[in-house]
């Protein structure tokens, strides 16, 4: 019988970097029970095996969110282990070089890779996981963003013309942060709040070291940060908001632009 004072949190991307930093530290909390995603089936049973003499019950899910229909079932996945949900922290993403390469890469659905990762599967899964959320009081959506933006190209999503991974992941990270203002803006902030951020500059995970070298912030501030976000009492209500850090912060003006959202939020629902 589950034990009705859990907080059951869902986090994506949980096997490496941000995501499984956080996972760990979570999981030495004996009130939260923990989803954890990821796409190697391997790698989610080391994870397992590292968290299991941890007090939270601990659940896994695997999907590759480059593909549409694999986020669809990881939706479906989830609302098979529980009838609601806490917080679900948006954490995987694709970085804008190695180790997936600076390349224009389409996905099986025809779209950019990064901007399929990184914003079409969190939109996908969190419009799905919608009814779950707030079902056991106040509940939270945590979108793992970054300064790093660019313009969304509307009339080339794909980046067909002067393509860069950079650009890409820039523009990926706008459009994720453009639907939390929007999905904040629908919801109700007693039930369930909305708020994105970028956790740290350059941490020193594997992604950052194979696509920049080097580092800059340490690990401990984008856990800090992320953390924050999912259990820190402050957020309570706080919905809409950018965060560098634990700062409040502006994204690009496109994000606070009513038609732009109205305008992604219209080809997200036609590209998912």
Avoid: C
């Avoid at 589950?2 to 956080?22: H, K």
């Avoid at 049973?45 to 590759?64: F, H, I, K, N, S």
């Avoid at 899964?125 to 919608?130: A, F, S």
């Avoid at 939270?140 to 860069?164: C, E, K, M, W």
């Amino acid at each position: 019988m589950a034990r009705w004072s859990e907080r059951v949190v869902v986090l994506t991307g949980a096997t490496d970097g941000l995501g499984r930093a956080l996972a760990g530290r979570l999981a030495t909390d004996p009130q939260i029970r923990l989803v954890l995603h990821g796409r190697d089936p391997d790698r989610l049973a080391g994870l397992r095996r590292e968290l299991a003499d941890r007090p939270a019950r601990v659940d896994t899910v695997r999907a590759d969110l480059a593909d549409l229909t694999q986020v669809r079932r990881l939706a479906d996945d989830v609302a098979a282990i529980t009838d609601r949900i806490d917080v679900l922290v948006n954490n995987a993403g694709v970085g804008a070089g190695e180790p997936d390469g600076t390349t224009r890469r389409l996905t099986v659905d025809g779209n950019e890779l990064r901007f399929a990762v990184n914003y079409l599967a969190p939109f996908a899964l969190t419009q799905r996981l919608l009814p779950l959320l707030g079902a056991n009081g106040p509940a939270r959506i945590v979108n793992v963003a970054s300064i790093g933006q660019a313009p969304i190209a509307f009339d080339d999503l794909t980046l067909a013309r002067d393509y860069s991974g950079v650009r890409a992941y820039g523009q990926s990270k706008l459009a994720l942060i453009t639907y939390g203002f929007s999905l904040a803006a629908r919801l109700d902030p007693a039930r369930v709040t909305v708020n994105s951020l970028h956790p740290a500059t350059f941490m020193p995970t594997k992604m950052v070291l194979d696509s920049v070298g080097y580092s800059i912030d340490s690990l401990e501030t984008g856990l800090d940060a992320t953390d924050r976000l999912v259990r820190g009492p402050a957020l309570d209500g706080i919905t809409g908001r950018f965060y560098d850090r634990t700062a409040e912060a502006r994204a690009l003006p496109d994000a606070y632009d009513p038609e732009i959202r109205e305008r992604l939020w219209r080809i997200s629902e036609q590209l998912t």
